[in-house]
């Protein structure tokens, strides 16, 4: 059984989530090794006693369950399978957890890859933003074999509260996707009912007091449509992943021979608010397509 006793967490992505997911693995009392390209994103773990690592490959070396959230799915690949892969230099009997939202046949891949090297992997992508990560209510959905995800339970427990295995490898990705299909489309909807609101020349903050208790309510209509309208667009999710997550939905579904009419006209228009620049927003700044 892991504990703080016998375990030694690496963390590699310290970026708007990964930084407070690591810091709640730390105030469980778990040695932490973290790694980030930049490593003054890690400064405020390092300073409640983080161990830096020059590289992924450091963090294998010194860790025996290893968590990873970075940006894309080239990145999850050179962090995993590189030179300097925690795969690739990783000891026999490490758990290793990729949190990002990436592609389910990579996730296959690396699972297949960790049972050539002795090592146990899991694909664990989570839902709730920057938010969820800072109040450790995540939602996690994880594919890989059960028992392997029943040994790192309770430490995703420390991320999240909603923890669900889906199954097989690819499986927790394959789930996330479903989670970005349904929030890409409802964020649509959340912006044309503000727009709308605005035009009718209605005052929106209160639209918005009696619809979100309705069967229209939801967590992004509550969040993010009131972020919307105090002009807050700081990414608690960047525009940039948004639209690389879409584009792994999309290929998903065509793979399967299906159409997703909504998530395209979706991925469209947060296409052309990256071409102006606002890539580094936000995912609530698709309210700023009707401000052209």
């Not at 970075?70 to 990783?90: A, K, M």
């Not at 694909?123 to 392997?148: H, N, T, Y």
């Not at 005052?203 to 919307?228: F, Q, Y």
């Not at 579904?253 to 102006?276: H, I």
């Amino acid at each position: 059984m892991l504990s703080s006793e016998n375990t030694v967490i690496g963390f590699i992505g310290t970026g708007v989530m990964g930084r407070s997911m690591a810091g709640h693995l730390l105030k469980a009392g778990y040695p932490l090794v973290v790694y980030n390209r930049t490593k003054e994103k890690a400064e405020t773990l390092l300073q409640q006693g983080a161990e830096w690592a020059d590289s992924p490959l450091e963090v294998a070396q010194k860790a025996n369950v290893i968590i990873t959230i970075v940006g894309y799915p080239q990145d999850v690949e050179e962090v995993y399978l590189g030179e300097q892969g925690i795969i690739t230099n990783g000891n026999a009997n490490t758990y290793v957890i990729d949190m990002t939202t990436s592609n389910p046949s990579l996730a296959e891949k690396i699972d297949v890859e960790a049972k050539n090297r002795g090592m146990f992997a899991l694909d664990a992508p989570v839902s709730g933003g920057d938010v969820g990560a800072k109040e450790a209510r995540l939602s996690i959905m994880v594919g890989g074999d059960k028992a392997v995800f029943d040994e790192i339970e309770p430490l995703l427990k420390l991320l999240g509260t909603n923890v669900v295995y889906q199954g097989k490898a690819g499986a927790g990705q394959h789930t996330k996707m479903c989670n970005q299909i349904a929030g890409a489309t409802t964020l649509l909807g959340v912006c044309e009912a503000i727009v709308y609101a605005e035009k009718a020349g209605l005052d929106p903050k209160n639209v918005l007091t009696s619809i979100e208790s309705g069967a229209a309510g939801s967590w992004l209509l509550s969040n993010m449509g009131r972020r919307m309208l105090d002009g807050n667009f700081e990414p608690g999710f960047y525009i940039k992943h948004h639209i690389k997550d879409m584009n792994i939905a999309l290929q998903e579904a065509e793979a399967m021979g299906m159409e997703t009419p909504g998530l395209s006209v979706v991925q469209r228009l947060y296409s052309e608010l990256a071409e102006k620049g606002e890539e580094n927003s936000g995912h609530q700044a698709l309210y700023k397509y009707w401000q052209k």
